[in-house]
C-alpha cells in the first residue's frame, strides 16, 4: 500500500474517533457542572486536549458557551468536532477506492449535514442534541468500516488509527479527573464526587459495565482499574493497545518486517497486560498517566515514520 494512503486511512480514523471522543466528554462535563452549579469542570476542557493556550489566545472565557462552541463548532480548533469530521471527510475522499460505500457515503452524509448545523446561528443551537447527534453519527461511520471493510492492510491502518486515538482520550480524561475536577485537598467520596466518577465513566460509555463488574458503590481506584487493565472493556487503555499491537503485528507479518513500531507497541501492551493497579496508584497514578500518553504519543509518531511517510 503506498504511504499516502495509509496516512489518509490512519487519519481518517483518528479524527472520526476525536469527534466522538470530544462529544462523549462534553456531554459529561456539562452533566457535572450541573451537578456543582460552578464552571470549574469546563476549565478542564481545554487541558483534556492540551488547548489551554490557544482557547486564552482566542480571547474566550471558561464558561459553558465559549467552550461548547470552541470545542464543537470552531473551524479554527483543530481538535473542533466540526475540524475533525472536515478533516476526516477529507481524508476519506482521498481513499474512496480503499473505502467501501456505506462508510464514505455515511461520513458524507455527516459532513453535508454538520454544515447545515454550524449555519445555525450560535443562540439557537440546542447543544444537547448536537453532541449526541455527533456520538450517533461517528459509531454509525465506525460501525460501517468495522462491517464491511475487507480485512486487508487497508483496515490495519484503520484500526491503528481508531486505537490509537482512543487510547490517548481514555488517559486524558482519567488524568484530568484526579488533578483538575477534585484540586489537591479536597474530600472524596460525597455525593458530588459520587456523580463525578459517574460521569467519568459515561464518558467512555462504561457506567453499566461498571455496575455489572463490580456491583458496589463507585469508588476511584475500581473506575481506574476499570480504564486502564480491563481486557474486555473497548475503551479501556489494556484493550486498545492490545487491538494496536494486533494491527501491528499482522502489518509486520504482511510486510515482511517487524519495525521499532512493533516493538514499541508489544512493550506498551505487555505493561499493561501485567499491571496491577495497586501498583500503579502507588508508584502515582498522575505519573503513570502521563507516561503513557508519551509513550502513546510516541508510538503513533513510530506508525508515522514506519508506515505513513512517502
Known amino acids: 500500500m503506498l504511504s499516502s494512503t495509509a496516512k489518509n486511512l490512519y487519519w481518517m480514523a483518528r479524527y472520526i474517533q476525536r469527534a466522538e471522543n470530544t462529544a462523549r466528554m462534553l456531554e459529561a462535563t456539562n452533566r457535572m457542572a450541573l451537578l456543582s ?3 470549574r469542570e469546563w476549565r478542564s476542557v481545554p487541558a483534556i486536549y492540551g488547548l489551554e493556550r490557544d482557547f486564552a489566545g ?10 461548547l462552541h470552541f470545542m464543537t463548532l470552531d473551524e479554527a480548533n483543530p481538535s473542533s468536532v466540526l475540524s475533525c469530521v472536515r478533516d476526516a471527510r477529507n481524508n476519506a475522499r482521498a481513499e474512496r477506492n480503499s473505502l467501501t460505500t456505506d462508510v464514505w457515503e455515511g461520513l458524507n452524509s455527516t459532513w453535508l449535514e454538520l454544515q447545515a448545523i454550524a449555519r445555525t446561528p450560535r443562540a439557537g443551537l440546542d447543544y444537547r442534541a448536537f453532541l449526541d447527534w455527533t456520538k450517533k453519527q461517528a459509531v454509525m461511520v465506525t460501525g460501517a468500516g468495522y462491517s464491511t471493510l475487507m480485512r486487508d492492510d487497508a483496515f490495519n491502518f484503520v484500526m491503528l488509527g481508531a486505537y490509537i486515538e482512543r487510547a490517548d482520550n481514555t488517559a ?14 479536597e474530600p472524596e467520596g460525597g ?5 463525578q466518577w459517574a460521569e467519568v465513566l459515561s464518558c467512555i460509555g462504561a457506567y453499566r459495565t461498571y455496575r455489572r463488574v463490580y456491583s458496589s458503590k463507585i469508588e476511584p481506584w475500581r473506575v481506574a482499574e476499570l480504564m486502564i487493565l480491563r481486557h474486555d472493556l473497548p475503551r479501556s487503555l489494556r484493550f486498545c493497545l492490545h ?3 494486533e494491527q501491528l503485528t499482522q502489518l509486520a507479518e504482511l510486510y515482511g518486517t517487524r519495525g521499532e513500531a512493533t516493538r514499541l507497541a508489544g512493550k506498551l501492551y505487555a505493561r499493561l497486560r501485567y499491571g496491577r493497579i495497586d501498583s500503579i496508584f502507588q508508584d502515582g497514578l498522575h505519573e503513570f498517566l502521563t507516561d ?3 509513550r502513546n504519543a510516541r508510538l503513533s509518531e513510530e506508525i508515522g515514520r514506519q508506515f505513513l511517510m512517502a
Open 37 to 39: 452549579g460552578s464552571d
Open 58 to 67: 482566542r480571547g474566550g472565557k471558561p464558561v459553558m458557551d465559549d467552550l
Open 172 to 185: 486524558r480524561i482519567l488524568d484530568v479527573k484526579y488533578h483538575i475536577l477534585l484540586p489537591t485537598g
Open 191 to 195: 455525593s458530588l464526587d459520587y456523580y
Open 243 to 245: 487491538q494496536v499491537d
Open 292 to 294: 503513557f500518553v508519551r
